[in-house]
């Protein structure tokens, strides 16, 4: 069983940052992919960015790339999501997710993954 609690969402100006926090527990951290999903109001549920298990890869969906970056922290059980740029269509509810072992890129796009926070509200706006 993992457990994630999302932190650090908050309201911020079009162009600003913000740095979203995932805490994990559970002792085998290291064997789980992270990602990074959002669901904006009457939207699906889209993925943002994953990293898998050794942190040495990272991937982003298209519309966070290069804005975006995705990073973990084995030592403190820590999955964090830096938020730059920003824009009005970041707007939405992140949620941070675990899943267990291998997993192709294509995999870790996609919504399969087994643990899911509560989310964290990001709203961006003038």
């Known amino acids: 069983q993992v457990q994630l609690v999302e932190s650090g969402g908050g309201e911020v100006q079009p162009g600003g940052s913000l740095r979203l926090s995932c805490a994990a527990s559970?002792?085998?951290?290291?064997?789980?992919?992270m990602g990074w999903f959002r669901q904006a109001p009457g939207k699906e549920r889209e993925f943002v960015a994953a990293?898998?298990?050794?942190?040495?890869?990272?991937f982003y969906a298209d519309s966070v790339k290069g804005r975006f970056t995705i990073s973990r922290d084995s030592a403190r059980n820590m999955v964090y999501l830096q938020l730059n740029s920003l824009k009005p269509e970041d707007t939405a509810v992140y949620y941070c997710?675990?899943?267990?072992?291998?997993?192709?890129?294509?995999?870790?796009?996609?919504?399969?993954?087994?643990?899911w926070g509560q989310g964290t509200q990001v709203t961006v706006s003038s």
């Open positions: 997710s675990a899943v267990y072992g291998y997993r192709s890129p294509g995999d870790l796009k996609s919504p399969i993954y087994d643990y």
């Open positions: 559970g002792r085998t951290f290291n064997n789980y992919n």
């Open positions: 990293i898998e298990r050794s942190g040495d890869m990272t």
